[in-house]
């Protein structure tokens, strides 16, 4: 009998959730930075290996909110684990021990599925022969847990095609690398500012044509995401490109615009409008 269930990937944020979830998958999904909180909304990555599918949701980190987009965030790093059938909670090597996950989590009790304890970053601390230890950049130990998951996940049909490799549409992972490339290309807190929306995605066109808005909190951030004669836009435009067309195989055409959407990070219905909050 084959089996099938969802992985909620859990941990404070930058622990390396979504660069675990890249090297499980194979493919450049979900953001990397070096900043924290990059992560807003869950992403699904799908792997098959043999006779198991594993349905990863990497969600946010587990933060204290500060402001309205925190408090969705929360919301949506608590919905993965209340779903998962099993939880990887993740953990830095160098920082072992790993607190429990409900301290962390501040839930009331133990979570109801099973929780895999996996230390990351593997290949920057000393290695313990008596822990689940992974290195998703030399992919050390994703084998073991992989094993390790496996074991928690119920016997099901597969959900899902075993070729592919994600459940989201193509929209949602063009405006995840805009907002990529922001982090890449713009400094200090600015990339926290900035969110995305595509407005037009015609996939039929060659190139795909797409139409993306990039959002930011003040006229004096537009200015700067702009940059002196346009540089700074065709510089995001051209990292979030490549990004694009290495996902879709295909070459793409950006059309990005720059607006002001005022304090869109603490404002209800703009986090609604940007698929933050559940309307």
Known sequence: MTRCGTVALAGRPNVGKSTLLN???????????????????????????????????DSPGLLEPEYKLHEAMRTAALRAIADAEVIAYLHPLAEYPAPPLAQVARLEGPPSAPVVIVYTKADL???????????????????????????????????????????????????EFIREAAFEQLHAELPYSVACEIDEFREGAEPVYIRAVVYVERDSQKGIVIGEGGRAIKALGAAARGKIETLLGQRV????????????RRHEPSLKRLGYAQS
């Open 253 to 264: 055409f950006l059309d990005l615009h720059v607006k002001v959407l005022p304090k869109w």
């Open 23 to 57: 090297a499980l998958v194979g493919e450049h999904l979900a953001i990397v930075a070096p900043k924290p909180q990059s992560t807003r909304m869950p992403v699904i990555g799908l792997l098959t290996r043999d006779d198991a599918q594993f349905i990863f949701t």
């Open 125 to 175: 601390a000393p290695p313990r022969g008596d822990v689940l230890a992974v290195s998703a950049l030399t992919g050390a130990g994703l084998d073991a847990l992989l094993a390790a998951l496996r074991v928690h996940i119920p016997e099901s049909p597969f959900h899902y095609d075993p070729d592919e490799i994600a459940t989201q549409p193509m929209r949602f992972f063009a405006a």
